[in-house]
Structure formats: structure tokens, C-alpha cells
């Protein structure tokens, strides 16, 4: 123990410091968060100056999200110089309009001014329509244009991601002048950039020039001679998720944005890009588990009710199921051990359909299943679940018959259970390529329709055997 | 229509210019496939020449992960000069094993060699051992080496992902050396890059420095000065999940990777980045479906047997639940309208745990839910199951009742229905946080044991209420 002690407070030993940043690298661990709750409980400011010395600022957003919202409070009240504006933008947007309708409009609008025009417009808006205008009318006139603009985008869309911050350079000017503008305009600089933006006299875009390939080229080089022209000017109206898709079929780290005319109005970095891609596969992974929004931080009533339209709409469905089984009630009367199997049935088809679904609904949203393939992946589903339909019916089949001492009620089940196999295969890749054909988002709505195949034909199927061959 | 195709064939025309822009960036549509499908058929070489022209690396991964497998044969056969070694590294995994396998040896190894190091890698990880080893024979010392040492990082490592290309100086220079320098080793340097790598005589890292930082400083300024030192040297080591969560945190370009000793050995590029983020989120949505890996691309047979292994072990959860019900054959005998109902009460169950278990795992995996919000989260998913528990009580309660005519039945159902839900959330909650604490992987372990659970306390509740109320 004393060791390790020893250890940690070395941090100048050769051996020990590759170890000491890796964990520093983890970033904000619950131990860190419960040293800090402690010196906030004890109002220990000096201890809590050298804890948040050693907080990164996605560390500091990470800390106001998890704790409670007491000490929240406490923290953005008393302790307000530890947050500085870059904080409030990684936050999660929930409890950044939940911290954001806590402050006075002057003081938001006084965070935004020192951010960048994209950090900025994501701060506003999640607040209220009121609150939001309050807001906006306390900034300076330029920051308040700039902020309107984004705001006039579409929602999700190239413009509300672009930055109005950029490097642009005309094509006549040499890379040993370019350095010199670069050095004498350091300070008015963006803070970060990759790559320069090569314009012609109207704003249009002739092409990039990485900046990588900036510095290994020689000062009396022409910029016209260095540029590469297959850029990807991004229309201002275009999808976020087309957007990273470009960005990550072409490897770009930045792209210009155009307006409608062509001209450039701003840029899309590979950060902004990062956070579509997370905030896509989350979406997709939710709607999937039936959760329209992320609701981790929301309150208990808001969240019951956004999910009580999710299972609202199942609940339909359980009635349609239900509505079949009753079709077989006398069936069902004389021969109970059907009321024992019959889950089994449906449950194996739910189950292989989500399988099914859930490789679809992904490919569909990585462009990986389209027209070309579509009948190809729908055959293979429903030979995958002919395979395992088999498998499974020789399975339950004979542990039925066994169980109930009953061969034919065994005979019944394994056939039920390849035609509903086969089905969850069929549909389950169906589902979601008719609705995306038909534009509906098919990680929300495939599983109810599949759910209802699977539980439907799977009752249908068993009962209906049973009540011709079994009675 | 006439005009439209106008509109298209126009490229010099200054309205439609973003407008065909928008098109080319959509990447690779099933028209194009369709195209070039039809010039391959009628073997049509200027045609597909042509066609060619239009395409990016990334779409040609794309073709030939699309067409079948009799025609993406053909392509590679008799017109391998359309894709050039970086296609390959775009390839899905098993249609990249199935390319390379039909390759010689030697061909493989002359891809390789043209390659960066991580993606040299990434191209002969897939292979069968025995011929990867004879496609490392192939390639000159040096390469061989480099793979070789990057094969001897754990799977899913930071040195799998790193390339060894990067540039480094030294504290003591100039920035007018540096980019002396830079100029002089044009054509040595890596293709890409972000970040100067600066380090001390030893080879330890002792900061960066971004290009856009070093552009615009002056000649006369030392590189020491310019350094930030608030770098990440990346353990080779480190899992690739905790990498991307360092570049999304940090917002960084690049990072250096280090040895046990902490010299420089490579840099991870937040290209690489995006990868494993992309990857890293698909593993989540199909394990939570119940699929180990990505089959898309495999064929019928071992797609079967990967989905079996997730059925069979709900075939156990699904004969325990079976289990239960037989546990009350009398009662149902009696009441039959018990064998309609109970599949809604353990469906909704279901239902809401998966709501909450999905929320729980993405939350799992953004280090968003922690020890510091464990008990919180759990907390609230129970209230929310208490709140639409009795919400659906309430509705099932009266449409059970009036449907059989028996409001005691209603009742009964609707006290099932909200325990049910309560244990859904509970659970939901607690059963991905604790596999998550004894490191088993919530995202594929999770679902199992919570269907198990609401299957089993559904039926148990509803049928247990109904044998000592309503028989």
C-alpha cells in the first residue's frame, strides 16, 4: 500500500510516469468526483482549487452532469470561476438548459460572446423561446447576427454545424505571403484550423490547401500552383449525417460550407463531425431499444411520458396477439400445456426477428444495404431462419413431446416453429427496408410491426396446428 | 425532364454547379452500381472507364461490397487497375478476408507495401494464419518488421491502430528550421498530418505543436517555447475505446502512442478515431440485438451458427418462463382467458425493461452512468415504471375486465401489470450496471437475464394472483 502511495507521488520517476498518465488520461473518475462533493460539503476552497486544477474542461462538464442538482447548484453559485464558457458547451443538453434557465440572460449572453459562432448557437438552442430572445437581445449586434444566421439554418443541418471562423486565401497570392498574413494575423486567427480555404475574387471556392502541405512548401511557391481542387464545398442546407458521411468516406479534417450561391460562409471540422457520428449511432441505438430521445437526465414525469407512447403503441399489438389466442380458447381448454408452449413460440420468432432487424436497421444507416443488395440480404435472413428454424424445431420439438408425454404435440410445435423462424427472417429484414424506402425511420417503427408478425403468426401457427391435428 | 437532364450534363453553369456538387458528394448510388454492372456485362471498357473516373476510393470499397460475389470477381480479375491499394483498407472485414483470399501471396504483399502502417495492418489481420504468415514472407524486412510489431499489440490496442509515419523535432530548434526542414523533407513525410511531435534528446515526448500554430509564429521563435505540454503520449497498449474517448474529450487531431518507457513510437490520427467510435457503436446496437458480430457480409451457414448461440440461450430463459406457466395448468384449465391475457402482461414487461436496459447500456458506454449516479438512475427507472405501470394497470385493467366480462380479472391483471413494470425498470437499470461492474459486457449479457426476469415475475404475478383470487 505504501508503495503505491509512493508510487503515484513520484512523478518524476522514469518508470512510473507513462504510468501516472494513464491515469490521468481516464479523465474524471467517480473518486475524483466524491473528493470534490466533500470539499464542497466542508467549503474547503483551497482544496478545491488544486481538485479542479487538474480537471480538463470535458471533465468539468462531466463533474456538473453527474452530481446531484444541490450540489450543481452549489458549485455554478459559489464556485462559478472554475467553469469557464467551453464548459457549459460539452454539456449534455438536458442539464445544460436545466443550468442555463438558472442563470441571468446578461450572464449566458456573456458566455456565448467568448465562444465560437458553432458552440454558440448549440448553448441557445435548447432554451426556451422567450428565454432564448431574452438572450440574444443582450449580445453585441455582431455576435446576435451571427447567431440569427445559424439559427435560420434547418435544424441538424451543414449550417448549424459550421464555424463563421475561418483561414481564406486568394489563389494569386504565394505561400511565403500567405505565412507572413498568417503571422501577422496570428491573434485574429481562428483558434484552430487545418486547413486554408483557397477563394477566388467573387468568394467562391477554388480549392483547399492542408496545411501540412503549407509548411513543406517553398515561400515562392504560387498558392494557385498548391491547391487542391477536389474539395467538397458543402451546400449550408445539407443533413448532418450526409455530412459525416463525407467526412468519413473522404478522411477530410475540415470542409468550406457554401451558401446557395456557392459563396463560402463558413467551415465544418472533424470535432463537430465526431459528435454527429456519436450522436447518430446513439439515436439509432435508443430508437431501436423504443426511446425516442435520450432521457438519462431527464426528470421521472417527462421521461414516463415519452415512453408511454412506445408502449402504448406495443400495447396494441399485445391485444392484436391476445386477439388471436382467444380465437383458440377451447383449443387451449383441452389441451393446457398449449398455454405453457405457446411463449415459446413467439418469444424464439421475436427474438430471431430482432436479430434480423437489428442487422438491418444498422446497415441501412451506414448505406451498407441499398437497392442492389436488398433481395439478396432478404433471402439470406429467411435461409438463416429456415437453418436455425430447423435447428430449433428438432430442439423443442423433442423436449416437448417429452415433457407433456405427448409425440404429436412435439410434431406440432417444431413446425411452428421453422414457419415462424423462417417469417421472423423474412420480415425482420422486410420491415425496415420498406419503411426506409418509404422514408419512415425504420429504427423506431420496424420492431412494433415485427414484434406483431412474430407474436401473431407464432400463436397462429401453434394454435391453429394444434386445434386441427392435436383436439 | 429534358431539362433536368440539361441541368445535369451543364458542369460549367454557375446555378447548377452546388447543385451537381450535392449529387458527386452523395456518394456511390445504386443507379451507378447499375451502370457500371451493365458496362461489365457488355464488357464496355471505355465505358466503365468512365465510369470509373467519377469514383472515389471509398465508393469502390463500396461496388464491390455490394455487387455479388460472381461480379465483383470479374472487376477484380480483369479490371484490377481500377483499384488501388487504399481501396482495399475501405473494405467490411469479411468481404476484405474473401478479396484477399482469392489473391496470390505476392499480390497481396505488393498492396501492403504501398500502404501506411496501420492500414497495412488492418489489411492482413482478417486472414487465415497460415497465409497471412506467407503474405508476410513477401514483403521486404522493413515492412515486415513494422507489421510484425504491430501484430505484437493486444487486439483493439492503441498500437494496432497507430501509424508510424509522424513528424518529430527537437526542443532546440527554431521555427525557421523546422520549417527549413519541413521544405526539404517534403517527400518524406508522412501524407497527412496535424501536429509537430516535439521531443527531447532521450525520444520522450515533450509536447506538440499544431501546425496552425506553428504557421503563424515567426522564424526567430523557438520550437521549446511554442510547445504545448499538455500532451497525451497514448499507451500502445490502451484499449481503442478509451483512445476515442481521449480524442472526443480533448478535441485532438492527432496523439502521439509511447513505448513502456515512454518513447515515441507512432501517432493515432482522429481518422483512426472515427473508425473505432463507428465500430465501437455498431458492436452495441447488434449485441443488444443479439448479434456477436457484423454478418451482413457472411453467408448462410456461418451466420446460422454465430445467431444460434444468442437462441439457445434464450430457448433456457424462454422454457423457464414455460416453466412458470406450467406451474398454474389447473388454474388456466379453469380460467381461460388467463392464456389470452398473460402474454401482454410479460410483453409490456419486456417492453419497458428493454426502454430502460437500452438507455442504461448507451449511458454505460459514454461513461455517463457511473458509480456517482448509479443509485440515482435506478431510482428514477423504477418511479418511471411505477408512473406507466399505473398508467397501463389502469388501461388494461378495464379492457380485460370488459372484454371477459370479469372485473376481479381486470384487477388481477392490473396489480401483475404494475409490478411488472416496477421490476422492469429496476432491473433494467440494475442488471447492465452490475455486469458492467464484474466486467462482463452489459450490451450482450443484459437482455437475457432481464427477459428471464420480466417473463417469469409476469407470468408469476399474473397467473399466482389469479389462482388465489379467481379460482
Request: with cysteine.
Amino acid at each position: 500500500m505504501a508503495e503505491d502511495e509512493d508510487k503515484i507521488l513520484t512523478v518524476s520517476g522514469d518508470d512510473t510516469a507513462a504510468e501516472d498518465e494513464g491515469t490521468a488520461l481516464l479523465g474524471l473518475q467517480d473518486e475524483d468526483i466524491g473528493r470534490i462533493l466533500e470539499a464542497l460539503d466542508e467549503d474547503d476552497s483551497v482544496r478545491l482549487e488544486a481538485l479542479f486544477s487538474e480537471l480538463g474542461t470535458y471533465d468539468k462538464a462531466d463533474l456538473l452532469e453527474k452530481v446531484r442538482a444541490d450540489a450543481r447548484k452549489k458549485l455554478l453559485d459559489e464556485h462559478s470561476r472554475f467553469f469557464e464558457p467551453e464548459v457549459f458547451t460539452y454539456l449534455q443538453e438536458e442539464v445544460r438548459r436545466r443550468i442555463l434557465e438558472d442563470m441571468d440572460p446578461a450572464q449566458i449572453a456573456g458566455i456565448i460572446s467568448e465562444l465560437d459562432s458553432d458552440d454558440a448557437l448549440d448553448l441557445i438552442l435548447p432554451l426556451e423561446e422567450d428565454f432564448k430572445h431574452e438572450v440574444i437581445r443582450k449580445l453585441s449586434a455582431k455576435t446576435r447576427l451571427v447567431l440569427q444566421e445559424g439559427l435560420s439554418f434547418p435544424e441538424e443541418s451543414a449550417g448549424r454545424l459550421m464555424q463563421r471562423e475561418f483561414v481564406a486565401v486568394p489563389q494569386f497570392w504565394t505561400v511565403g505571403k500567405t505565412i507572413d498574413y498568417l503571422r501577422a494575423a496570428a491573434d485574429d486567427l481562428p483558434d484552430n484550423f487545418y486547413d486554408l480555404i483557397v477563394i477566388d475574387p467573387s468568394y467562391h471556392i477554388a480549392g483547399e490547401i492542408p496545411l501540412h502541405r503549407l509548411v513543406r512548401a517553398r515561400r515562392s511557391e504560387k498558392i494557385e500552383a498548391l491547391t487542391l481542387d477536389d474539395t467538397h464545398p458543402i451546400p449550408a442546407t445539407m443533413d448532418q449525417e450526409e455530412v459525416a458521411e463525407i467526412f468519413r468516406n473522404e478522411d477530410l479534417a475540415s470542409a468550406p460550407v457554401v451558401d446557395e450561391d456557392g459563396r463560402l460562409i463558413g467551415i465544418i471540422t472533424y470535432d463537430d463531425v465526431i459528435d454527429v457520428i456519436d450522436e447518430e449511432a446513439s439515436e439509432d441505438m435508443l430508437k431501436l431499444g423504443g426511446i425516442e430521445e435520450d432521457d438519462l437526465y431527464r426528470s421521472i414525469l417527462p421521461t414516463s411520458y415519452s415512453r408511454f407512447r412506445w408502449l402504448f403503441i406495443n400495447l396494441f399489438t399485445a391485444f392484436m396477439a391476445a386477439g388471436v389466442i382467444s380465437l383458440f380458447q377451447v383449443t387451449i381448454e383441452k389441451v393446457v400445456a398449449l398455454a405453457v408452449l405457446m411463449p415459446i413460440v413467439a418469444g424464439m420468432g421475436g427474438n430471431a426477428g430482432t436479430q434480423t432487424l437489428t442487422v438491418a436497421v444498422r446497415a441501412l444507416a451506414t448505406k451498407e444495404l441499398s437497392s442492389t443488395n436488398a433481395w439478396r440480404v432478404i433471402g439470406k435472413e429467411s435461409a438463416v431462419g429456415l437453418v436455425n428454424g430447423i435447428l430449433f424445431a428438432i430442439l423443442v420439438g423433442v423436449a416437448a413431446g417429452f415433457w407433456f408425454h405427448q409425440l404429436d404435440l412435439g410434431a406440432v410445435i417444431a413446425v411452428a416453429m421453422i414457419t415462424n423462424l423462417v417469417i421472423a427472417g423474412f420480415f425482420g429484414a422486410c420491415v425496415p427496408i420498406v419503411l426506409d424506402r418509404y422514408d419512415i425511420d425504420p429504427a423506431i417503427a420496424s420492431a412494433v410491426f415485427l414484434t406483431t408478425m412474430t407474436d401473431c403468426i407464432g400463436f397462429l401457427t401453434f394454435l391453429g396446428l394444434a386445434s386441427m391435428f392435436l383436439v
